[in-house]
């Protein structure tokens, strides 16, 4: 690199989308990630959602196949995703979620999502915005497996 060269020339690799660069009805896709088990033994470790269908293999009693993960674990996955790839160095907040559990989730499996953006309202200050949207999550085999909406308050560009 030469020492003229101006930094405003260079582009910072994974910021996110300024609340400008968005538009109602845009779509974006996460990466994919698989749900080890691990991951489920650190999760109901560290939040302490040690209950019996999480901890003991064989207490499902064949209602799922697999080793179950937690409804958050998922969600903390995808949204770990959307930050990577949407929203790093732009989010301000995250304001409102609703989510819908819609089919299990289990060790192996390999989860992404669907984003669509739903809504954008400008705040009258500090050039923000309140920016909605609508998340799907499916597994490996293209099966939906969560839905959610989310509400998040987005950085304007400088």
Same mark, same amino acid.
């Given at each position: 690199? %030469? ?15 300024? !609340? ?9 896709? %996460? ?5 080890? +088990? ?19 293999? &064989? ?14 674990? %998922?969600?903390?996955?995808?949204? *770990?995703?959307?930050?990577? *790839?949407?929203?790093?160095? &732009?989010?301000?907040?995250?304001? +409102? ?14 989860? !992404? ?5 739903? /809504?954008?309202?400008?705040? /009258? ?7 909605? /949207?609508?998340? +799907? ?11 959610? &909406? ?9």
């Amino acid at each position: 690199m %030469t020492a003229d060269r101006n930094a405003d020339d260079i582009k910072q690799l994974g910021q996110g989308y300024y !609340w400008q660069d968005l538009a109602v009805g845009q779509r974006f896709q %996460t990466f994919r990630r698989t749900v080890t +088990e691990t991951d489920i033994v650190n999760f109901i470790s560290v939040t302490g959602m040690l209950e019996t269908i999480f901890i003991d293999a &064989t207490y499902a009693h064949g209602a799922i196949q697999g080793r179950p993960a937690p409804g958050g674990l %998922t969600y903390g996955l995808i949204e *770990g995703l959307i930050m990577q *790839g949407m929203v790093q160095g &732009t989010g301000l907040a995250l304001l +409102e979620v609703h989510k819908k559990m819609l089919a299990p989730v289990v060790a192996g499996d390999t989860i !992404w999502a669907e984003i669509e953006v739903t /809504s954008i309202r400008p705040t /009258s200050q500090h050039n923000r915005a309140v920016v909605a /949207s609508v998340i +799907e999550v499916r597994n490996q085999h293209g099966k939906p497996v969560m839905a959610y &909406t989310a509400t998040r308050m987005l950085a304007g560009r400088p």
